[in-house]
């Protein structure tokens, strides 16, 4: 056992339990401070390797994951306030031993309450017995690890080296940049009783809140209550977040907000929303301090297994999508199917898209148990609605969404800055960003279409067989999406899409596909503008087999009660601009 978990284990082994129930707070943090297990804890959280993998595989070993993303927070610890620690400790010691997390519970909820919980630790310390000893690690830190004692953010750390000519004239430098996060599937997770968003937010004592507006109205009473219920201040900021609002202009009126409510740099912010709010607030976090941290609670499927704990940040400009954004993933990303009995089946299926998406070529598995739901993922709402907790459904739902955000994440954590462009959670997401606002597609159909296609040019390309082509194309069609829409017979965008992708990968088509067999990638790179014409007249042959002659079910905006974003793409700059002023207003 290496040296982190041995000074948890030893610590809990150790303390004082009595010492928790002390009236004084101050001789109860004081009798703490100085104890030799806590300085020695305290120690190995500073020491620790936060951002490696052999601290993961660590405390994979112990069964103590729960408590990683806490291990992690507190190598800053020095700058935390009382509360904070206190809260995050607690979250460590019940990652391994329950009981004594529940002590140490209490205890915490007894600093969050009080005066000397908004002290810093740091302070704290200089002011024990052992005061002096702080006082010299301090001073060591601020030259061997300044990121554990004035970090800007506790999620993230950087390094570089340097090299130069002896005359300065010519400097050469690399840069290293790491961040952690977590993704939870949780259940819900307004229930007062249920503390993860209360853990984030009592030590800071408010939470600025972004709502999408349809939340608002289902949801709105039930956020408000539990944060009262907390004592926790909430700031709610309600915003209309459907496609034709996810522009520019609702990032600029967020970073508004954000700098009249004095969001402070190393405050989360959280988005309550799907995926239209999780792109536009995630990039007004981005760009508010040039890194303000957010903690991702989402309401729809698109969000809570893709776009949520995406690390790219977004907004469509000047007709096109996801033009400008920036990489920016969220400290916390909880995904909570309570949400979904509330969705309509048009945005359930919407949904499910990016779930098969993950499945065709990263998760066989996961595609199996797409197969074995079927549509009742989308009747029981994931099995959320008319569905006894543990029953079939219900269980078969948390396993299909916990795999397909562990595919999600491995895929995409593993190249977040978009480095290079061997990006298998790109798959239907080549041609289909070049069609999707051109015909007023919902997301979800538009990625159907592209993916059903690029099942086409793999099985076309001899890369998978036929029954695994067929097999794709029935599952797509098996939930009402899209396999099929004749703006694909306007094959002059359709090639303008594909001239545009290979502008954004570097110059290469880098087209996602399955490839061997389902839940394997590879990628196609050339694609003729002959090749490309002929494949969709053949292709559409074969989709006028399926069921509605391979058309999706509401597969426009319009269908399930959206503005049509093609209207807005191409309408007139006076009214765009009309518009946008409307919807500031809103």
Not at 39 to 49: D, K, S, T, V, Y
Not at 121 to 129: E, F, G, K, P, T
Not at 317 to 344: C, E, I, Q
Not at 399 to 426: M, W
Request: with cysteine; charged share 20%; hydrophobic share 40%.
């Amino acid at each position: 056992m290496t040296k982190t978990t041995s000074a948890v284990k030893d610590f809990i082994a150790t303390y004082d339990c009595e010492i928790l129930t002390y009236q004084n707070l101050d001789k109860a943090v004081e009798a703490i401070c100085c104890s030799k297990s806590f300085r020695n804890l305290l120690l190995a959280l500073i020491e620790a390797p936060a951002f490696s993998k052999e601290l993961g595989d660590e405390f994979a070993a112990v069964s103590a994951i729960e408590g990683l993303s806490a291990c992690r927070s507190l190598r800053s610890c020095l700058n935390l306030s009382l509360s904070n620690f206190c809260g995050l400790l607690k979250q460590l010691v019940i990652a391994f031993d329950m009981a004594a997390g529940l002590e140490w519970s209490a205890f915490a909820d007894k600093i969050h309450q009080s005066s000397l919980g908004q002290e810093k630790l740091l302070n704290v310390l200089l002011r024990s017995q052992d005061g002096t000893f702080y006082e010299e690690l301090a001073s060591r830190l601020v030259e061997t690890d300044p990121h554990a004692i004035y970090p800007t953010s506790s999620y993230r750390e950087s390094q570089a080296h340097v090299v130069s000519t002896d005359d300065d004239q010519t400097i050469e430098a690399v840069m290293t940049s790491r961040t952690f996060t977590s993704i939870k599937v949780l259940e819900n997770s307004l229930d007062p009783q249920q503390t993860v968003l209360r853990d984030m937010y009592v030590s800071l004592r408010r939470c600025v809140c972004l709502v999408d507006q349809n939340v608002e109205s289902y949801y709105g009473e039930q956020i408000e209550h539990y944060f009262d219920y907390h004592g926790i201040k909430l700031d709610k900021l309600v915003y209309r977040a459907m496609e034709v609002d996810k522009g520019i202009h609702t990032v600029e009126r967020m970073l508004g907000d954000f700098k009249r409510l004095g969001v402070s740099r190393n405050e989360p912010v959280l988005i309550v929303g799907g995926g239209v709010l999780t792109d536009t607030g995630g990039l007004a976090c981005a760009l508010y301090h040039r890194n303000t941290p957010y903690v991702m609670l989402s309401t729809s499927i698109v969000a809570g297994i893709d776009a949520g704990p995406s690390p790219r940040t977004c907004c469509d400009g000047f007709g096109y999508k996801n033009l400008f954004g920036a990489y920016h993933a969220p400290v916390l990303s909880l995904t909570d199917r309570s949400f979904f009995k509330t969705l309509r089946e048009g945005w359930l299926r919407h949904g499910i898209a990016e779930i098969i998406k993950m499945a065709t070529v990263k998760n066989e598995e996961l595609f199996c148990f797409l197969e074995e739901a079927g549509a009742d993922l989308i009747t029981t709402r994931f099995g959320t609605l008319d569905c006894e907790p543990n029953s079939q459904i219900s269980n078969l739902s948390q396993k299909i969404l916990g795999s397909a955000l562990r595919s999600y994440v491995e895929a995409e954590y593993d190249n977040l800055y978009e480095t290079h462009q061997c990006r298998p959670h790109a798959y239907g997401h080549t041609w289909s960003p070049g069609f999707e606002i051109e015909a007023g597609l919902l997301h979800g159909h538009a990625v159907a279409t592209g993916m059903g296609f690029g099942a086409y040019l793999s099985y076309r390309n001899n890369w998978i067989s036929s029954d695994d082509f067929q097999r794709i194309l029935r599952l797509i069609s098996s939930f009402g999406l899209s396999l099929w829409h004749d703006v694909l017979l306007n094959r002059e965008i359709v090639w303008a899409a594909q001239e545009k992708i290979v502008q954004k990968r570097g110059g290469n088509l880098a087209a996602p596909l399955p490839k061997g067999q389902v839940g394997k990638c590879g990628y196609l790179n050339s694609l003729t503008q002959e090749e490309l014409y002929q494949a969709i007249d053949e292709y559409q042959k074969i989709c006028a087999e399926y069921p509605r002659q391979g058309l999706g079910i509401d597969p426009l905006c319009s269908d399930v009660g959206l503005e049509d974003p093609s209207t807005v793409a191409h309408a007139p700059v006076e009214d765009t601009e009309a518009s946008e002023k409307t919807l500031s207003a809103v």
